[in-house]
């Protein structure tokens, strides 16, 4: 089993930072890509940013030049740094990891539960 802790959103004016986390434990044998999307009310689930095991990152639009993914492969951990944040970056951010079970030695698809953002203007 394979379990995703999202943490570090919250209420944040706008221009403000935040930092989001990502933990994944359990029998993880490697993560191949981690990334992160997000949902605002009414809208569809977006991809945002994303990270392979060699470190190429890619990113929306949107938030090119203000967010920055990164990972810590030792820790299992990804991290999403927002900066220069605006009230539409308000939605609920997930991190998605494609990572391959000690068990079965196979590719599998995890979602966190996902963690609320809110940029107040």
């Known amino acids: 089993q394979v379990h995703l802790v999202e943490s570090g959103g919250g209420l944040v004016q706008a221009g403000g930072s935040l930092r989001l986390s990502c933990a994944a434990s359990?029998?993880?044998?490697?993560?191949?890509?981690m990334g992160w999307y997000r949902q605002a009310p009414g809208k569809q689930r977006e991809l945002i940013a994303t990270?392979?095991?060699?470190?190429?990152?890619n990113y929306a639009d949107s938030v090119k030049g203000r967010f920055t993914i990164s990972r810590d492969n030792a820790k299992n951990m990804v991290f999403l740094q927002m900066n220069s944040l605006k009230p539409e970056d308000t939605a609920v951010y997930y991190c998605?990891?494609?990572?391959?079970?000690?068990?079965?030695?196979?590719?599998?698809?995890?979602w966190g539960r996902g963690i609320q953002v809110i940029v107040s203007s």
């Open positions: 998605q990891l494609i990572l391959v079970l000690v068990t079965t030695k196979r590719e599998y698809e995890y």
């Open positions: 359990g029998s993880i044998f490697s993560i191949n890509g």
């Open positions: 990270i392979t095991s060699g470190g190429n990152t």
